[in-house]
């Protein structure tokens, strides 16, 4: 977060990831896709960031794992 520029796009993924604490039901006004390969692991595209989380249910937990633009998170 702290290499992001705009303070405009920096209010939009704190938005996005304040959102993730009404999971599941934010997900479905969010471009969240599960990503192939990984259990329980998804992406939301934020313009042209992404951000990688996953879903602990048992714990009711959700981990952020990586935040960056697509060209260098995948």
Known sequence: ???LRDDRQ???IIEVIEKLESYPMS???MDVVTIRGLEK???IR???FRIIFSVIKK???IY???LDTRKRIY
Do not use: A, P
Request: hydrophobic share 30%; net charge positive.
């Open 64 to 66: 952020v794992t990586h």
């Open 46 to 48: 934020v313009g042209r």
């Open 41 to 43: 692991t998804f992406r």
């Open 59 to 61: 714990e009711k937990t």
């Open 1 to 3: 977060m702290n290499r």
């Open 10 to 12: 920096k209010h939009v």
């Open 27 to 29: 997900l479905r006004e």
